[in-house]
T-cell receptor, first 112, second 114 residues
Framework: AQSVSQHNHHVILSEAASLELGCNYS??????LFWYVQYPGQHLQLLLK??????LVKGIKGFEAEFIKSKFSFNLRKPSVQWSDTAEYFC??????????FGSGTRLSIRP | DAEITQSPRHKITETGRQVTLACHQT?????MFWYRQDLGHGLRLIHY???????NKGEVSDGYSVSRSNTEDLPLTLESAASSQTSVYFC?????????????FGEGSRLTVL
């Protein structure tokens, strides 16, 4: 069965630190990949998505993610985090075999 | 502006009672989904619908049902609430996952079953 793994459950960083959140999926076919963000008390919003083409995709608020097919990974990155990036981040995968499946989420806490 | 609204936002009920969570979207999207969010599990799909009169089971559908009588609404019913169904429930809609690539989420409904 298709699955999505986010190994970092809680990440704590200081402002201006660089961020990388891991996401791995298990499915051998063509996939569409997403990162969603949930700010405290709010609903989920799309951060960025990958369907095809350039494996390095850029999203809102300076976030980017790189699709590495050989590693079944779609890690989220940001060069310099801000306090306002405090949120929970969800990786999601959609394939022809399934609906959108979400990972368990990574809580990001930023120390001001 | 188009939106997706859920009601109630908070509800406390007792074990064994029937509960219905409402979801209404004005995006005119064909696809609608119900997820539950639990610590350590992320979002898990309960039920989904690709159009009027279409409903499908997700990965955690036991104890839940949905109906789709029009494009705008997908109510989620807990037939006999159990404490294990205490959770935050999110409704979402999409025009098409493969073309727009985006799910639009409601604000969530926090359900407590005592």
């Amino acid at each position: 069965a298709q699955s999505v793994s986010q190994h970092n459950h809680h990440v704590i960083l200081s402002e201006a630190a660089s961020l990388e959140l891991g996401c791995n999926y298990s499915y051998g076919g063509t996939v569409n990949l997403f990162w969603y963000v949930q700010y405290p008390g709010q609903h989920l919003q799309l951060l960025l998505k990958y369907f095809s083409g350039d494996p390095l995709v850029k999203g809102i608020k300076g976030f980017e993610a790189e699709f590495i097919k050989s590693k079944f990974s779609f890690n989220l990155r940001k060069p310099s985090v801000q306090w306002s990036d405090t949120a929970e981040y969800f990786c999601a995968v959609h394939s022809s075999a399934s609906k959108i499946i979400f990972g368990s989420g990574t809580r990001l806490s930023i120390r001001p | 502006d188009a939106e997706i609204t859920q009601s109630p936002r908070h509800k406390i009920t007792e074990t064994g009672r029937q509960v219905t969570l409402a979801c209404h979207q004005t995006w005119n999207h064909n696809n609608m989904f119900w997820y539950r969010q639990d610590l350590g599990h992320g979002l898990r799909l309960i039920h989904y619908s690709y159009g009027v009169q279409d409903t499908n089971k997700g990965e955690v559908s036991d104890g839940y049902s949905v109906s789709r009588s029009n494009t705008e609404d997908l109510p989620l019913t807990l037939e006999s609430a159990a404490s294990s169904q205490t959770s935050v429930y999110f409704c979402a809609s999409s025009e098409s996952v493969t073309t727009t690539g985006e799910l639009f989420f409601g604000e969530g409904s926090r359900l407590t079953v005592l």
